[in-house]
């Protein structure tokens, strides 16, 4: 998994500041953020989007409320109020002879109201830094680019995410590897959905969020549908540029991965379980089986007893290895690492429950909505 890791990382690109003097460029730009009670997020969201570099010579942010049951609109009304670039627009009800789900509905009604020839989806929870926006439609012209996504730096602030969200940062990265998502001759596609731009041509020539309304897992669906239709996806690292906390404790964490487990695995029942059993494997079984080894090794005289002991501590090394090669690649701190084997516990139980849930759809919801038909 070490040796993987590195090679698929080792010369993955990474956007590239825009270079300084440039003119903007003649174009327009339309931020998109579909919000669902973001109440804790939306208002430093606005601030920080609104705090950019013009990415070009016409821009704006547009926020999408979508029928928020907390103070989403009123915090990002506050946050955005007097600068002439920022709007609100209400989503509205939801067709109810459709399904929609996620914020396809509310990107939708944002994209059907929008003129402009770029657009770029930011979800709430994510942070630009202030050159972030100007960087990726550069890169995206220069490129060639009618789909550019950027893979964000993850950040934990609880437990729950110390536990699982290292384990999965890797196994997405092991799962799609940015070399080949940027093959146009490699039929593997991935776009990571706290950020999209989309050249607008491009993003309506494939249908847009109406024709993924019912996709849970959007950002994939986008991808495989601009690289199906002969269009340039382009996946870089935004490790400098947008940084992301996905969820603020563990019953967010478990319904946001049990929702998206066995979809983001091609809805494959046995894949998706082999590979909630791989992780168990890796992270969780080496720290079980460490006391009764290392008991082995203290009761019994025989030197051969140790054997067990030395292959738990170097499945154990190996872990923190990939742990510090996460610190040197992404920054990510060491923080709780040795609670890995609780980890892959966790993880090795949302596989199965992500099956049942998404299968039967019984507690299958994002944010509470159901995601059932």
């Known amino acids: ?25 003649p174009t327009s730009c339309t931020v998109v953020v579909p919000a669902y009670n973001e109440a ?21 942010l547009l926020v999408v409320d979508d029928d ?3 103070t989403t609109a009123a915090l990002a009304l506050q946050a955005g109020a007097g600068d002439p670039r920022f709007g609100l627009l209400s989503a509205g009800v939801r067709p109810p002879a459709e399904r929609w789900v996620g914020k396809n509905w509310a990107c939708f009604r944002a994209s059907s109201e929008l003129e402009s ?5 930011i979800d709430a929870d994510v942070r630009v830094a202030p050159g972030a926006l100007r960087a990726a439609l550069t890169d995206a012209i220069a490129h060639g680019a009618d789909l550019l996504t950027l893979a964000p730096r993850l950040t934990c602030g ?7 969200q290292p384990i999965i940062a890797s196994l997405l990265g092991l799962g799609f590897p940015i070399e080949r998502a940027n093959d146009p001759a490699d039929s593997l596609a991935f776009a990571a959905g706290p950020f999209l ?12 969020h109406a024709a993924v309304a019912g996709e849970v897992v959007e950002d994939l669906a986008l991808a495989r549908a601009i690289k199906g239709q002969g269009f340039r996806l382009r996946y870089l690292l935004g490790l400098d540029w947008l940084t992301l906390r996905m969820y603020r404790d563990f019953a967010s964490l478990w319904e946001g991965w049990t929702k998206n487990w066995l979809l983001g695995l091609d809805g494959d029942v046995a894949k998706a379980l082999a590979a909630g059993a791989v992780v168990v494997q890796l992270y969780a079984i080496p720290w079980l089986l460490l006391p009764p080894a290392l008991l082995l090794a203290w009761r019994s005289p025989l030197p051969l007893s140790w054997l067990p002991a030395l292959v738990d501590l170097l499945a154990i090394a190996l872990q923190l290895a990939i742990r510090l090669w996460s610190r040197r690649h992404f920054g ?10 609780l980890g892959g ?18 507690g299958w919801t994002w944010r509470g909505r159901s995601l059932h038909m």
Not at 40 to 60: G, K, M, Q, T, Y
Not at 117 to 121: E, G, H, Q, R, S
Not at 158 to 164: I, N
Request: net charge negative; with cysteine.
């Open 345 to 362: 516990l966790v993880i090795g139980a949302m596989a199965p429950v992500s099956v049942i849930k998404t299968l039967s759809g019984r």
């Open 68 to 70: 928020s049951s907390d």
């Open 40 to 60: 804790d997020n939306i208002s430093d969201c606005v601030r920080a989007i609104l705090a950019s570099e013009a990415p070009c010579e016409h821009w704006a």
């Open 332 to 341: 990510t701190p060491l923080n709780w690492w040795w609670l890995a084997g």
């Open 117 to 121: 020839d770029w657009l770029i989806f």
């Open 197 to 208: 731009l989309f050249r607008s041509q491009a993003y309506r020539a494939i249908g847009g």
């Open 158 to 164: 609880c437990l729950a995410e110390w536990l699982v």
């Open 1 to 25: 998994m070490l040796a993987l890791l590195e090679r698929s990382f080792s010369a993955a690109p990474s956007l590239q500041p825009a270079p300084s003097g440039n003119s903007l460029a």
